[in-house]
DNA sequence: AATAGGATCAACCGCCGTTAA
DNA sequence: CTTAACGGCGGTTGATCCTAT
């Protein structure tokens, strides 16, 4: 069988010719709700997988590929949809830190979301903040940034609105940070590390472990950016000295344009600080 | 009210690994 | 062993929405 490839414009909805010469027109574009009924019920009928099949089955003028995107990013059940959450963002950030662009990987990570969905979020959050800062977004310096300053603010954030409001899945989020310090990193920001209980309390509801973040040697809380630890002399002075408590360039909705409180003086310091230091 | 530019996100593309014929 | 089909994944695009002017 032949096919042809028609894009559509928006909702056009494309005449499709199968059968007697063989040929078959593919949709692309946007869903309808009759495509996605149509999805819904085939993939209730024959279940996940065969996509191909499904999609003749069906009788959807699509490609299989098109029909498993569309049911894993949207049709699915329990595809949580909206804002990405304190918690989300800051395991967003914490496990792309450690296995990169591996977007598959990290939504395992956060139930309900998708690769494509936590993929946008590095997008147009992170790479953008990136640009503003003028540096490159897998440099070491921006990757500095994020783990001692917007990673320790969400957790502020997160830790403050912890009191007053269950979480997203919910579940109590009292015990959501530690923030003693510890012996070893007793100068470093107190909101670098975590209680590793953090992260698979955050993915409540799905028995997920945490990424390997301490060796059995390490104390029962962990540093949340796992192979870094802040032993750096200067490191540590300058944490205690950077104040940070105005950041807000980095959370969503609050007006990217804010990214001058990322002032030349802070990157300054990361650069002559961190960057060797870790 | 109009519009230009930026932000967001759904969906497509191409590559790659796996599997079955 | 070879090859084609399929599915999964990351990268990218483009339509739509939002916001500032």
Redesign the pocket.
Known sequence: MSVR?MRSL??TELSATYGSEEEMVIK????TEEEDSLLINYVNLLGE?????LALSAGLKRT???C???WL??LRPNVR?GNITLQEQLLILELHSRWG?????IAEQLPGRT???I???W???VV?QAKQLKCDVNSKQFRDAVRFVWMPRLMERIQASSGNASSSYGHDQTTLCNTQTHGESSGANPMMFCDSSMISSYSSGVDVQPPSVSDASTTSSCNLMGDVSCSSDSAQKGWQQWDYSDLQAFE??HG?GDADLWTDENMWFLQQHLADDF
Do not use: I, Q
């Open positions: 490839v928006s909702d692309k574009g946007s869903w997988g065969h996509w191909n099949s299989g590929k098109s498993r995107l569309r990013n949207y949809r662009n591996r977007w598959a990987k690769d494509n969905e993929k946008n979020y997008r147009t959050r953008k969503p909705n990217f």
